[in-house]
């Protein structure tokens, strides 16, 4: 079993940056797929950003050349860097992992392992 926390949230005023963290404990995830999802009030749980098991990236439309996902396997830990943040950013920002997901799935709400959230709000 793969436990995750993210950290890293905060307030900040449009324009600024955020990096985000997810600590996995539990089992290496090196050769796990990765993502960032957001939530904001009354919405659905969406995509932001992934990771292949082999390494592609891929991004929602509305944070690509804004957002970077990257990882470092051997602190078991995976980024969100948020640069250029908008007031519609502002959401509590979830990471997730699973093991065995396609890399067709990547987008949707199915990864097997997700921490408990962090807070982004962005003011304008």
């Known amino acids: 079993q793969v436990q995750l926390v993210e950290s890293g949230g905060g307030l900040v005023q449009a324009g600024g940056s955020l990096r985000l963290l997810c600590a996995a404990s539990?089992?290496?995830?090196?050769?796990?797929?990765v993502g960032w999802f957001r939530q904001a009030p009354g919405k659905e749980r969406d995509f932001v950003a992934a990771?292949?098991?082999?390494?592609?990236?891929y991004y929602a439309d509305s944070v690509k050349g804004r957002f970077t996902i990257s990882r470092d396997n051997a602190k078991n830990t995976v980024y969100l860097q948020m640069n250029s943040l908008k007031p519609e950013d502002t959401a509590v920002y979830y990471c997730?992992?699973?093991?065995?997901?396609?890399?067709?799935?990547?987008?949707?709400?199915?990864?097997?392992?997700w921490g408990q959230g962090t807070q982004v709000t962005v003011s304008s």
């Open positions: 997730a992992a699973d093991e065995n997901l396609s890399w067709t799935r990547l987008q949707r709400d199915e990864y097997a392992y």
């Open positions: 539990g089992r290496t995830f090196s050769n796990y797929a």
């Open positions: 990771m292949s098991r082999i390494g592609s990236i």
